[in-house]
């Protein structure tokens, strides 16, 4: 069985070659046989295509890089390098040395064992910031609450997955791919191996809180319908609310009582115009992400591949 790495790179020059040899000391040690590794460079700001270029040299057989134009977004890079895929089965992992390539040998007897389509690497424990566990966890759940496709909490892109996987995953066309979504929206069996993630110990993440948020929002609004439905819902109440008051107004006037309250007045006409706005703003990010989906531009663009 022959094997693939796609390993998506954003200003990751400090990590590459010591990636690079870790991967090739486990399959050394598992007597694997190596495709390709394959590193996309996502439009790095630092030496990182520099870094790739250094190594396709000095293993030409083993290494294609291929650099996107600027910034696609990790995602795409990931889509990117399937595409260049051949091999039986592709491990996908980052480039950022916290997801160990160690636990490949144990990756691929889970998935003879189990006869999976997909192993799935999920984390028991994580040296991370408080902040970015407290904000991984909400997503995972979060995202299970509104998606009509469950994803196994806890679980990021690392991953391998088999040919009939990463075939279909290369034919999707959407423009904001979300591949956690996509692999068990397939149906294919896909097994979990436990494992420790370390400490990012060289260079920054590039998973801000903005851009975390961004990316739980593509992921919630590309497999589920539900917040438009929440939204429905949500008028569907307020109208009530608003038929309730207007009796109320109408009895309190026929009484003869006077109507107190201007400040409690004020503060319910807010509410419902910020509840207006926020459902407008639902309904502007599927609408934006029908029009893009309709200009059917490339997901990425790729400037330059070194390969042998």
Same mark, same amino acid.
């Given at each position: ?6 390993v998506?790179?954003?200003?990751e ?7 690079y040899? $870790?991967?090739?000391?486990?399959f ?7 495709d390709?590794?394959? =590193?996309?460079?996502?439009g /790095? ?9 250094? &190594?396709q %040299?000095l ?6 890089g +291929?650099?996107? /134009?600027?910034n *696609? ?12 895929c051949? /091999?039986? #089965?592709?491990?996908? +992992? ?8 160690e636990i &490949?040998?144990e ?15 999920? $984390?028991?424990?994580? %040296?991370d ?20 496709t ?7 892109? #690392? $991953?391998?997955i ?11 066309s959407?423009q904001?791919?979300?591949i956690r ?8 069996? %896909?097994?979990?191996v436990?494992?420790?993630? @370390? ?6 993440t ?6 975390? =948020?961004n ?20 008028s569907?109440? /307020?109208?009530?609310l608003?038929i309730?008051?207007i009796?109320y107004? =109408? ?17 319910i006409?807010?509410? *419902? @115009?910020?509840?207006?706005? *926020?459902?407008l ?5 599927y ?14 663009i790729?400037?330059?591949v070194?390969?042998?």
């Amino acid at each position: 069985m022959d094997i693939s790495v796609v390993v998506p790179c954003y200003n990751e020059e400090d990590n590459i070659a010591e990636l690079y040899q $870790r991967l090739i000391n486990t399959f050394n040690k598992n007597k694997l046989d190596l495709d390709k590794i394959i =590193l996309i460079d996502d439009g /790095s700001s630092d030496n990182t295509w520099k870094k790739i270029g250094q &190594l396709q %040299q000095l293993n030409k057989k083993e290494i294609l890089g +291929i650099k996107f /134009s600027r910034n *696609f977004g990790h995602q795409n890079a990931v889509m990117a390098g399937l595409n260049y895929c051949k /091999s039986d #089965f592709v491990l996908i +992992i980052d480039a950022d040395l916290q997801d160990p390539p160690e636990i &490949l040998g144990e990756m691929i007897l889970e998935m003879k064992k189990n006869k999976a389509n997909a192993v799935y690497a999920k $984390r028991i424990s994580r %040296q991370d910031t408080k902040f970015k566990k407290i904000t991984a966890s909400f997503f995972y759940r979060f995202f299970n609450k509104f998606s009509l496709t469950k994803i196994p909490v806890d679980v990021g892109d #690392f $991953r391998l997955i088999d040919k009939k996987i990463y075939n279909h995953l290369i034919n999707f066309s959407e423009q904001n791919p979300f591949i956690r979504g996509l692999v068990p929206w397939t149906g294919f069996k %896909q097994v979990p191996v436990n494992y420790h993630r @370390n400490h990012r110990s060289k260079g920054k993440t590039g998973y801000g809180f903005f851009k975390m =948020l961004n990316f739980t929002i593509d992921g919630i609004l590309s497999f589920s319908n539900l917040p438009i439905r929440l939204a429905y819902i949500t008028s569907i109440i /307020s109208i009530f609310l608003l038929i309730v008051l207007i009796f109320y107004v =109408l009895l309190a006037y026929f009484k003869g009582n006077t109507i107190p309250g201007w400040t409690s007045l004020t503060v319910i006409i807010l509410f *419902f @115009n910020s509840l207006n706005f *926020f459902i407008l703003a639902l309904l502007g990010e599927y609408i934006g992400r029908i029009f893009n989906e309709t200009k059917k531009r490339p997901r990425y663009i790729v400037s330059e591949v070194l390969e042998n």
